[in-house]
């Protein structure tokens, strides 16, 4: 026979509540939360501390869940344990923000848990998360994508989050909800496979697996750990190679040496933990912007910069063997363009396309020799530049081609100019070059070029 706190036990003793000790307990309703209630409520009156719950409505199932909500109310009140309910829209939230509805109801729930668990002077929220949904969470991990810590699954405990029942299996939930005749209510949706994507990962795959190994989840559960640990070291070596970072207000620099005499699995970590160093945090910032920066040094020519424009307005600048990270705006310097790798200049946003491209831009051709690729910089046009334009006898200066398209000196500035090996090939809204202009046939490149808004900042100067 198991006791009520037999399950709590196996979370490691960190996590479970403290001796009077004021806690949250996250209950939907559900046989896996209602147990975690029923197991809370025994531990901390044996340690004189407190549980109390809270129930989020999302409103996305109509009646039903006013049921839950109802249900909840009514357990809570027989168990005399006080409860918080939230209630919000979450369909229109999600609407709003252009979230899934999974998403959406993961944000605003658990925004509900953090912001009731201060009310009531808890510092720590405890969900029923156990280890079918660890096993779950790891396994769809790996067949949408990821990285170790992908793999890693769910912790036991996170920023005051909660997790002690990751031990235990939903079977031992079910025998302990049998034996101590636990009130529940079912999400009819949980039996829809077509409902989410967990759903059928639950009803039909996992159930395979553990036809192949009875202890599926357990293994997953167990490797999960293994991993996280892993996972720890490389970020504690991450950390430990970037404690010296420069750090500025909008701006941190590292040293390309340092970065590259990394392991090869660290170097992404020292990235991300540049982007937490600038203060934006690593959201939305992906393998691919991450592999778009070590490639940043191989791509940019000696003597040149290069730049690349990532997630939350930050720029990286590659530069004689120096890295940076900013938020600051940009000065209108030469940049080396590099292949598909869009490029925020000035009011424009430059992509170099190897071959013919849709929309606004610059096509050339390049003359060199076959198999020789050149330098493609962009930057502000140099005084005394001219340009040759087709159907022209001789070069005219960008200056007097912007007075006869009644272009202000301070536009001119923010041109695009585009030098292929140092050589004038073409200005935007102006035109290319005789000696790239495309003809013949020949293979040509392309420069998209989308043009954005001017920004006017608080202080009054144009945003770059």
Not at 291 to 298: E, G, K, M, T, V
Request: charged share 30%; hydrophobic share 40%; proline share 5%.
């Amino acid at each position: 026979m198991t006791t009520r706190t037999e399950l709590l036990e196996r979370a490691p003793y960190a996590v479970l509540p403290r001796r009077g000790e004021r806690i949250l307990c996250a209950v939907s309703g559900g046989l896996d939360s209602m147990c975690l209630l029923h197991m809370l409520a025994a531990w901390c009156e044996a340690r004189d501390g407190k549980v109390l719950a809270a129930h989020f409505n999302h409103g996305l199932r109509g009646e039903a869940a006013d049921r839950d909500e109802a249900f909840v109310r009514e357990i809570c009140g027989q168990w005399d344990i006080p409860l918080t309910v939230g209630r919000e829209d979450v369909a229109a939230y999600a609407k709003r923000e252009r979230l899934s509805i999974e998403e959406a109801a993961r944000n605003r729930r658990y925004a509900f848990l953090r912001r009731a668990a201060a009310e009531a002077g808890c510092e720590r929220v405890y969900t029923a998360h156990h280890a079918d949904d660890n096993a779950e969470t790891v396994l769809l991990n790996l067949v949408r994508g990821t990285g170790l810590a992908g793999l890693t699954g769910m912790d036991w405990q996170r920023e005051g989050l909660c997790r002690p029942l990751l031990g235990a299996a939903r079977e031992e939930l079910e025998r302990y909800a049998a034996q101590w005749n636990i009130p529940h209510i079912e999400d009819e949706t949980n039996a829809d496979p077509e409902a989410a994507a967990r759903n059928l990962l639950r009803l039909q795959v996992m159930p395979l697996l553990k036809e192949l190994n009875p202890r599926a989840v357990e293994h997953i559960h167990q490797t999960a750990g293994r991993l996280r640990e892993a996972d720890r070291s490389l970020e504690a070596d991450a950390a430990e190679r970037t404690a010296r970072v420069e750090v500025q207000e909008g701006r941190v620099t590292l040293s390309m040496d340092a970065l590259l005499g990394a392991p090869e699995a660290v170097r992404p970590r020292m990235l991300l933990r540049l982007f937490d160093l600038l203060g934006v945090g690593r959201k939305d910032v992906g393998a691919v912007h991450l592999s778009a920066i070590l490639d940043l040094a191989r791509r940019t020519a000696w003597g040149k910069e290069g730049r690349l424009s990532l997630p939350h307005g930050v720029t990286a600048r590659y530069c004689r063997r120096w890295l940076i990270l900013e938020t600051r705006p940009q000065t209108l310097t030469e940049v080396q363009l590099a292949p598909g790798r869009p490029l925020r200049w000035g009011d424009c946003t430059l992509t170099l396309l190897d071959g013919p491209g849709e929309g606004g831009g610059i096509s050339f051709q390049w003359r060199g020799r076959p198999g020789e690729s050149p330098v493609v910089t962009v930057g502000p046009c140099v005084p005394g530049d001219r340009l040759t334009l087709p159907g022209s006898r001789r070069g005219r200066s960008i200056k007097r081609l912007c007075l006869d398209r009644h272009i202000s000196l301070a536009e001119r500035d923010r041109l695009p100019a585009v030098y292929v090996n140092g050589t004038l090939a073409a200005v935007w809204r102006l035109g290319v070059d005789t000696a790239f202009a495309p003809e013949g046939g020949g293979p040509c490149r392309f420069i998209k070029i989308e043009e954005t808004e001017k920004h006017i900042e608080e202080d009054g100067h144009d945003a770059q």
